[in-house]
């Protein structure tokens, strides 16, 4: 009996526990309400059989618990019964499993009209990369990369010039335009994710890879790294702000591009290399090299 | 209907097993040290392993300490975290649950339940467990290399694993590799031994369809670890390489930390695809043979014959074929082509249905059962609900879109520690109770048992129900600390708080548990011969314990099913296998 009346009580609380629980999806800002949908009807359906499991055998449990003198049936198998079951499960599976390849389909399909930017990962930062007026990303490798140039883009590919650069942890996006989020990774494994976008990637050294969303409602929301990616793995954080598309554009206007950087950078190497001279030469004919 | 199994008028034709050579131990120490005999050998395996997992269960306490009290215990540094949650699963999932499952059960039932004198290999099988023992050994010692042990997750995922930013990257992650190398060496000379030992030295009429599912279900997962070990083996020396020569098979064109590494070209995902090819099958290489022994644990106790017997059989088979290729499930995110997403999902829904089946029959042995509640029943019991509850969430998580939000959060953690930790280790335990009373001749002390099967199962359940609904809220895995996120509410860190302290009163009930082990080895109530009334051959051995060569003269005859229970018109409710029809007491009703 008081094993029968603890499986309830296993079930129930759990029916309980579900319903109550003030721990629950973070609330959506993008356009994946779709994955939500997927889940909580797996919820349903997986929910609906645990519960039948767990109450049929408390009911077994308390029925046909040991008694002097009674025997058990005895039915090596039930052929209809088994038949009955697997039909049943199958198409339980089917049902779970249609909508949810119906809906990856759309994950791995990228709306035309999305925007790319490049997302950039590094122990333990975030940094992004938007493509300038030709609307292009430059070509980039880890090669390239260097104090001057921490994106690694190539110098004489004609569509890195004008990139914009943001090399800070926080990144604007429009809201309702679809953005195709490109990841880039310049060490090791580490993963985009906004729980608000319901929708993440692993960052990849030696590829891009990518996701898409469309973020669905302004605010300021947490980046965090979802994969290891070393002891700094809990640090690795950014915030996204999703706000009006003007509001970006002004934001994405003050962003410098590639190059001038690169124009900054090489101001910055003369005037060192102005200083060594100094150094080397004395001030009487450092004051004649400068033009 | 010649191949019916389980009705005993059907005589299958005895095949001639003829006997086997047995070693004889000349010394003390070649009888209990450098032992050749497989009940010796499984003893050393279990208690190595329940060794190793108390190590285990401790750095569970460690983890949970810094994620219930985030300030309190400022002693653990995030590499220690990482450390710590890092050897805490690989020593877990290999180290205890393997080794426990294969190593120990495998090598105690096996020869006893097909009815052989021993292993057919015997000195591999002894040298199998002294590799397992070196290879725990060489793990231990990564605590005491400049660096300490890996923290690079139990997925030891490169590029990271074998970089500076993870700690263990001097001498820790060699010392796991050089380890894992070993434990496989190791686990491949018994799992040879225990395939072949199903295969060929069975006794006279134990047809494969009248093995006990305990058998099948060590014999399956034994074959599936045979196959799938070779690629971590391969991909843990192809690792091994990267970091000590320079080979680039798992390492692309890096820059860390500003400098150019000395690498180009390899594929990070690739080494994702070795490790989950044999990670996944890994899963299974646990479930099976505690699928195959609480199916016994039910039948025995309820009095019944397992429903569905040949249904079990193949689900059994079919599982462990099938985890063949779903691995990827494991990668929805990983960067690989994304559309194998859609390949890998509907092969890991379609595993579901053999795995429903199994628990219907499950709980359909029960239906119309005579259940005895002792423990080993509750235990039983209790692995349904977790493993249902366990194996219903992988649902989301191999359902590729709903694994988008919820991978590597702490639903994730939650799933997997139900259906592979908290699940398999309640078959553990309802085993060793089962079991020990044959391997010790003594029964566990009950009132322990109660007390250690009540707080081991709600207090398990009630640590990872709510995990789950942190990882919906999107509370990530492998995290030192959780501070300024904007989403997270300060409630998360109450049930944090919570959750630690009943897994430390969890864990503390193990203790208890490992107490009775010890005191009922010599104080525990005298068991007899084959107290639960059970029909497979262990229990009805010469001596109990079963003595070296396990039977005595001659090997036992196998006459039917090993789930002969409650059949109308014999006398008792059990009929063992090796009884002959004729000498099966009635109980005077015509049958
Ligand atoms: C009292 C029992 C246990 C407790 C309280 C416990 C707790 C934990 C915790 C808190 C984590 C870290 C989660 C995170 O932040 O990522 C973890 C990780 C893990 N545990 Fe357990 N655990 C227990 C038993 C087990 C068992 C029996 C297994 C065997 C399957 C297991 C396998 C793992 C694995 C594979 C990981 C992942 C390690 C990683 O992320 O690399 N645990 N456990
Ligand atoms: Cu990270
Ligand atoms: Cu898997």
């Not at chain 2, 078959?427 to 007390?451: K, N, S």
């Amino acid at each position: 009996m008081f094993v029968a009346i603890m499986l309830v009580l296993v079930a129930v609380g759990t029916v309980v526990f579900h319903f109550l629980s003030p721990w629950w999806w973070t609330p959506i800002a993008s356009n994946w309400g779709s994955i939500d949908d997927t889940v909580t009807l797996t919820f349903w359906i997986t929910g609906v059989v645990f519960v039948a499991i767990v109450l049929f055998m408390a009911y077994c449990v308390f029925r046909y618990r040991y008694r002097e003198g009674r025997r058990a049936d005895y039915t090596p198998e039930n052929k209809k019964l088994e038949w009955w079951l697997t039909g049943l499960t199958t198409a339980g599976v089917v049902g779970l499993l249609a909508p949810g390849l119906f809906v990856w389909n759309q994950y791995v399909t990228v709306p035309e009209e999305a925007h790319e930017f490049e997302v950039v990962g590094q122990q333990w930062q975030w940094s992004y990369r938007f493509p300038g007026a030709d609307g292009v990303l430059g070509t980039s490798a880890p090669q390239n990369i260097s104090d001057d140039n921490p994106f690694g883009l190539n110098p004489d590919d004609p569509n890195s010039q004008d990139d914009i650069l943001i090399e800070d942890d926080e990144v604007h996006l429009p809201l309702h335009k679809p953005a195709k989020f490109l990841l880039r990774s310049i060490d090791v494994l580490h993963d985009f994710y906004v729980p608000q976008f319901r929708a993440k990637m692993d960052l990849v050294p030696g590829m891009v890879t990518f996701f898409w969303a469309t973020p669905t409602r302004a605010g300021t929301f947490d980046i965090l790294c979802f994969e290891l990616c070393g002891v700094g793995h809990h640090t690795m954080r950014g915030t996204v702000v999703v706000e009006e598309e003007s509001a970006y554009r002004a934001w994405l206007q003050e962003q410098p591009t590639f190059a001038q950087s690169m124009t900054e950078a090489r101001n910055g190497a003369e005037d060192d290399s102005r200083e060594n001279l100094k150094l080397v030469l004395g001030e009487a004919e450092a004051g004649s090299t400068a033009r | 209907m010649a191949y019916v199994t389980h009705d005993d008028a059907q005589s299958v034709p005895l095949a001639e097993v003829g006997e086997m050579e047995l070693y004889h131990a000349k010394s003390w120490v070649t009888k209990y040290v450098f032992s050749q005999d497989a009940k010796v050998i499984a003893i050393q395996y279990s208690v190595t392993a329940i060794a190793i997992g108390m190590l285990g269960l401790v750095l569970s306490w460690l983890i949970r300490l810094q994620l219930g009290f985030p300030e309190v215990f400022d002693f653990i540094t995030p590499a220690d975290y990482y450390q710590f949650i890092t050897m805490h699963g690989m020593i877990m999932v290999i180290y205890l649950l393997t080794a426990l499952f294969l190593g120990g059960f495998g090598n105690y039932l096996i020869p006893l339940m097909v009815g052989a004198r021993d292993m057919v290999f015997p000195y591999v099988n002894m040298l199998s467990y002294w590799i397992y023992l070196v290879a725990v050994l060489v793990l231990v010692a990564s605590w005491f290399v400049p660096g300490g042990p890996t923290g690079a997750g139990w997925t030891l995922y490169p590029p990271q694993a074998i970089l500076s930013g993870t700690p263990g990257a001097e001498g820790g992650i060699l010392l796991m590799l050089i380890s894992l190398a070993l434990f496989i060496i190791g686990f491949t000379m018994g799992g040879l031994n225990y395939v072949v030992t199903v295969l060929q030295a069975r006794t006279r009429g134990m047809t494969l369809m009248r093995m006990p599912l305990t058998i099948w279900g060590i014999f399956v997962a034994t074959c599936l670890a045979l196959l799938a070990f070779p690629a971590l083996f391969v991909g843990a020396v192809m690792m091994t390489f990267d970091s000590l020569l320079g080979s680039s098979f798992f390492m692309p064109a890096i820059v860390e930390f500003g400098e150019l590494l000395d690498y180009e070209g390899g594929s990070p995902v690739f080494f994702q695809h070795m490790f989950w090819f044999f990670g996944h099958p890994e899963v299974y290489i646990v479930a099976l043979p505690a699928f195959g022994m609480v199916s016994d644990l039910l039948s025995v106790h309820a009095r019944k014959n397992i429903f569905g017997y040949r249904m079990m059989v193949w689900a059994i088979v079919v599982i462990g074929g099938l985890s063949f290729i779903v691995w990827a499930h494991h990668m929805y995110v990983s960067g690989m082509n994304p559309y194998f997403g859609f390949f890998f999902a509907t092969t890991t829904l379609i595993i579901a249905v053999p795995t429903a089946i199994k628990v219907y029959n499950w709980t359909l042995t029960l239906w119309q059962g005579n259940i005895h509640l002792t423990i080993p029943m509750l235990f039983a019991l209790a692995f349904i609900v977790t493993f249902v509850n366990g194996g219903i969430t992988g649902l989301f998580l191999g359902n590729v879109t709903a694994d988008v939000p919820l991978s590597d959060t702490m639903f994730v953690v939650a799933h997997f520690h139900m259906v592979m930790g908290v699940a398999p280790l309640l078959v553990v335990f309802g085993a060793i109770y089962h079991w020990y009373p044959l391997m010790t001749g003594r029964m566990l002390d009950e009132t322990m048992g109660q007390f250690h099967f009540w707080v081991t199962f709600l207090g398990a359940y009630a640590v990872f129900l709510p995990i789950h609904y942190l990882g919906l809220l999107g509370v990530p895995r492998r995290y030192f600390e959780l501070t300024d996120i904007s989403f997270i509410p300060d409630s998360v860190q109450t049930l944090s708080a919570f959750v630690t302290v009943v897994a430390l009163i969890v864990g503390f009930a193990q203790l208890v548990f490992i107490y009775n082990l010890i005191v009922s080895r010599t104080k525990g109530e005298p068991a007899g011969r084959n107290p639960w009334r059970a029909t497979t051959l262990e229990w009805q051995t010469a001596e109990v314990p079963p003595g070296h060569g396990n039977f005595g003269e001659t090997l036992p005859v196998v006459y039917r099913w090993a789930y002969a229970f409650s059949v109308p018109g014999a006398r008792d409710d059990f009929i063992p296998q090796n009884l002959p029809p004729d000498q099966v007491p009635t109980d005077g009703s015509v049958s």
